[in-house]
């Protein structure tokens, strides 16, 4: 019952060691959040999960992956944000929240996955994003504008910024977004980054402005509450990021109290080459970081099967398994991971009815009066 043990992270404390993991749902207006957001929050909240995350959030307008993605860099977003978010936990205040802020960097202003998810030119209503260097992501694409030191320091500000809004709005935990060929993946990769001032070049300086955006975060972000870091382990190129990289990175971050590293990889260039994807696909990076650093791992990949789950912590793999299109395809998922494994989850009185044979005993502190 390994999965169902206790977590504690900072001052919060996780009934158990599953993660919600953000997925973004490409649905806000402006950046605001909407009624979407209400429901697919909702649902996530009553789950049952230990915590969950709320989908990768744009700390500036231009950092948005799509026009429909979330914000978190201005008084309608994060009111939308906070109301959205209040409402959906009236239904189940003692899950913990965390948010993913993000910026989409040179992937940005693309259009909707199930539109094609291409690059929208100004003319047709895009932006023009910014990156490490004016490299683009994809052959055919324009090249993204060099982000220069201003702009450096504007973007670290925005992640700031963004993270006194999260406070305000109620979050309980952060986790930075440094994968997937997002900014702050595109400042590690020697794929994306070409500079040759002090943001490139050697791994330190590559690493240099992932980290000025940690420690900036961490010096405002509440002290009783952990910050987190998304990292892609590899960039599955040669020549690319690399999981020996992602070791010495995580031993920094972990100096700089990083509570936990979400491992993850690819995302930066499509010349990748991922295997045959595979259940647990990411669990082996997962257990080199946690191993070699010590650092609180947080595992990802199609894990769907509780026992697979379980067996992951069991074996020391990583201390926490996230999942999304598991939990999408069944937002009840921790209910069967617990009858399964013998855990609890917190009461739905209202779906009482519902529980199978299989299920009795997984509410806690659950009756049921018949009439």
């Given at each position: 019952m390994h999965l169902f043990e206790p977590m504690r992270l900072r001052g919060l404390t996780l009934r158990n060691r599953i993660v919600v993991?953000?997925?973004?749902?490409?649905?806000?207006?402006?950046?605001?959040?909407?009624?979407?957001?209400?429901?697919?929050?909702?649902?996530?909240?009553?789950?049952?999960?230990?915590?969950?995350?709320?989908e990768a959030?744009?700390?500036?307008?231009?950092?948005?992956?799509?026009?429909?993605?979330l914000g978190l860099y201005d008084d309608p977003t994060e009111e939308a944000l906070a109301v959205t978010l209040a409402r959906a936990r009236r239904q189940a205040p003692t899950?913990?929240?965390?948010?993913?802020?993000?910026h989409a960097g040179r992937k940005a202003s693309s259009e909707l996955p199930w539109k094609g998810g291409r690059l929208i030119p100004v003319a047709d209503g895009g932006w023009t994003p910014i990156a490490p260097s004016a490299v683009p992501h994809a052959d055919g694409e324009a090249a993204p504008k060099a982000?220069?030191?201003?702009?450096?320091?504007?973007?670290?500000?925005?992640?700031?910024?963004?993270?006194?809004?999260?406070?305000?709005?109620g979050v309980d935990a952060i986790e930075l977004h440094m994968a997937h060929g997002y900014l702050l993946h595109e400042f590690l990769s020697p794929i994306a980054n070409r500079r040759g001032d002090a943001y490139g070049g050697s791994f330190a300086n590559r690493i240099r402005f992932p980290l000025e955006v940690f420690d900036a975060v961490r010096a405002?972000?509440?002290?009783?509450?952990?910050?987190?870091?998304?990292?892609?382990?590899?960039?599955?190129?040669?020549?690319?990021?690399?999981i020996e990289e992602s070791v010495e990175f995580a031993r920094q971050l972990k100096a700089r109290t990083c509570d936990w590293i979400d491992v993850s990889a690819g995302g930066v260039s499509p010349a990748q080459k991922i295997p045959a994807p595979t259940p647990g696909v990411h669990v082996p990076f997962a257990r080199e970081i946690?191993?070699?650093?010590g650092v609180t791992t947080i595992t990802v990949g199609l894990i769907s099967d509780p026992k697979h789950a379980d067996a992951i912590i069991a074996s020391g793999d990583a201390d926490m398994v996230a999942l999304a299109r598991a939990m999408l395809r069944d937002p009840r998922w921790p209910w069967r991971a617990a009858a399964e494994l013998g855990g609890t989850v917190a009461e739905v009185p209202q779906y009482g009815r519902s529980l199978t044979k299989e299920m009795a005993g997984i509410f806690e502190r659950f009756t049921v009066a018949q009439r």
């Amino acid at each position: 019952m390994h999965l169902f043990e206790p977590m504690r992270l900072r001052g919060l404390t996780l009934r158990n060691r599953i993660v919600v993991s953000p997925m973004c749902q490409y649905s806000a207006e402006r950046g605001c959040a909407t009624d979407w957001h209400l429901v697919h929050w909702a649902q996530m909240l009553l789950s049952g999960a230990g915590i969950f995350t709320i989908e990768a959030t744009a700390v500036t307008p231009e950092g948005r992956i799509t026009h429909g993605c979330l914000g978190l860099y201005d008084d309608p977003t994060e009111e939308a944000l906070a109301v959205t978010l209040a409402r959906a936990r009236r239904q189940a205040p003692t899950m913990p929240v965390a948010i993913q802020l993000a910026h989409a960097g040179r992937k940005a202003s693309s259009e909707l996955p199930w539109k094609g998810g291409r690059l929208i030119p100004v003319a047709d209503g895009g932006w023009t994003p910014i990156a490490p260097s004016a490299v683009p992501h994809a052959d055919g694409e324009a090249a993204p504008k060099a982000l220069g030191a201003a702009g450096l320091l504007a973007i670290r500000d925005a992640f700031v910024d963004a993270a006194r809004r999260a406070e305000r709005c109620g979050v309980d935990a952060i986790e930075l977004h440094m994968a997937h060929g997002y900014l702050l993946h595109e400042f590690l990769s020697p794929i994306a980054n070409r500079r040759g001032d002090a943001y490139g070049g050697s791994f330190a300086n590559r690493i240099r402005f992932p980290l000025e955006v940690f420690d900036a975060v961490r010096a405002e972000w509440r002290a009783d509450r952990p910050l987190g870091v998304r990292l892609s382990a590899t960039d599955w190129v040669a020549g690319g990021w690399s999981i020996e990289e992602s070791v010495e990175f995580a031993r920094q971050l972990k100096a700089r109290t990083c509570d936990w590293i979400d491992v993850s990889a690819g995302g930066v260039s499509p010349a990748q080459k991922i295997p045959a994807p595979t259940p647990g696909v990411h669990v082996p990076f997962a257990r080199e970081i946690r191993r070699a650093t010590g650092v609180t791992t947080i595992t990802v990949g199609l894990i769907s099967d509780p026992k697979h789950a379980d067996a992951i912590i069991a074996s020391g793999d990583a201390d926490m398994v996230a999942l999304a299109r598991a939990m999408l395809r069944d937002p009840r998922w921790p209910w069967r991971a617990a009858a399964e494994l013998g855990g609890t989850v917190a009461e739905v009185p209202q779906y009482g009815r519902s529980l199978t044979k299989e299920m009795a005993g997984i509410f806690e502190r659950f009756t049921v009066a018949q009439r």
